[in-house]
């Protein structure tokens, strides 16, 4: 089975969002929207909103957040993260990582700070950065 890997480019706009999110300067983002499935490595240098399926590991440079669609079958490399969704794999943020309630991690987390509303669920081990 060939493996491919996505490189996301820069839009001028775009409706990258969350109710939660104050670190979104419109400087350019990538929104994967529910439906896509994405199979393969995935890599962005901007934010990402995802909402559809990536089989694969996913590198973001920036902020990811994770809707609760979304769902990641693979590792996540971010500077920060939001997930609402599932991830299945090992996630490691340089910044902060939130749970929120909705999501669902099977795999180790390593942070640099981390915070869990409660309901979400964790199954793993959680190494704190410095």
Known sequence: MATSTFTARKEASSPFSTSNSNSNDGSGSCVIAQGTKIEGNFQSSENVRLD??????FTCE?????????????????????????????????????????????????????????????????????
Do not use: H, P, Y
């Open 52 to 57: 559809g399926t990536v089989n694969g590991d």
């Open 62 to 130: 920036k902020k990811l957040v994770v809707g609760r669609d979304g769902k990641v079958d693979g590792s996540i490399r971010a500077r920060e993260a939001m997930i609402m969704g599932t991830v299945t794999g090992d996630v490691d943020v340089q910044g902060i990582l939130q749970l929120d309630k909705t999501a669902q991690v099977k795999g180790n987390i390593a942070a640099g700070s981390l915070a869990i509303e409660e309901g979400a669920r964790f199954d793993g081990v959680l190494k704190m950065n410095r």
